[in-house]
């Protein structure tokens, strides 16, 4: 490719400087602020052919790159990028699943501990002194023995947690739409169901319109009072006042969440909760996997503008072909 083939590539807002290198190595580079329909120049309208993103497109910034052929984001969940409007007009979009399956697995694990046996308060309890001043750290009144635990989106991730909770003995269940494939796991047809038949349930469904607001209270009522919800997926399937609620009037024994209906923001109640373990949405927050999911961002674009082969297209972009 000459330089004046390359395709020009538009990065808006902050992507990882990882993916910005190869971008610019491989192809013509423009950056905007953010992504709004209202920035876009003439010029720029004219040359975009990629978009590699971390933050949100919506329908008007697709609409305002008449010559886009391809979406490459950077996640597994793609729930802020209107995708569903970007296929229509013919534009790929890509995701960046797979890399960092075992990392967020990893991570829901941890908050899943962090919230039963303590971790960062019983930490906070040496760190502060207490250890020194006032004894050994009470003991916790909740444990993984003895739980059954329910996945609310046995897909990728939800699998690599499985594997996970089989390690530590415990039994399984789990909710989707439908039932995956040469699993053994228990399955629930309803969300519903999988909350009364378990006393810890894992999230990591995907948000779209149809899990909004899905764990609200008649779930956490279901969980029961000796509960754990753990939240891996988007804060947006969760009714956050109910949950809150729920922790606050024993409804539920605990929660640990690493993502929130309005990030960075997070709900006060939840915030001074003693029930709560609160991570600021690092599920897949390390270098080694945030440089994979680059790596795949850009791999995406490369496969596309050389052959019309995106890796990893999100489904509602399949069909989409290379004009
Ligand atoms: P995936 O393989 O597509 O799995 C999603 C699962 O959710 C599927 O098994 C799907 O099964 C189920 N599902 C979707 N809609 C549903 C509905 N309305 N009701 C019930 N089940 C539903 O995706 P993944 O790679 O495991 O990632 C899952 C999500 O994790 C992502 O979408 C993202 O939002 C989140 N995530 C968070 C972090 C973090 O840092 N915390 C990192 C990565 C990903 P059916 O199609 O059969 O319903």
Redo the contacts with the bound molecule.
Sequence with gaps: MSHTEKPTILVPGRLHEHAVKRIEALFSIVRLERADAALVAPELAADVRGVAAMTGIDAAFIDALPKLEIIASF?????AVDARHAAKKGVMVTNT??V??E??AD?AIGLLLNTVRELPKAETYLRSGRWVGEGNYPLTGTTLRGRRVGI?????????IARRIEAFGLPIAY??????DGVGYEYHET?LGLAGAVDTLIS?????P??EK?VNRAVLEALGPNGIFVN???GSTVDEAALAAALADGTIRGAGL??FADEPRVPQELLVAPNTSLLP?????SVHTRDAMADLVVDNLVSWFADGKPLTPVPEAVFVQKG
């Design positions: 996640g597994v969940g793609y729930d699943p797979d960092l399956t990392e967020v991570t609310f989106g046995m897909g990728r991730i939800g699998l690599a909710h989707n739409r439908s039932r995956v969300l990591v469904a995907p948000a779209t149809a899990t899905i891996i997926g988007r690493d993502v949405h690092v599920g897949s927050a």
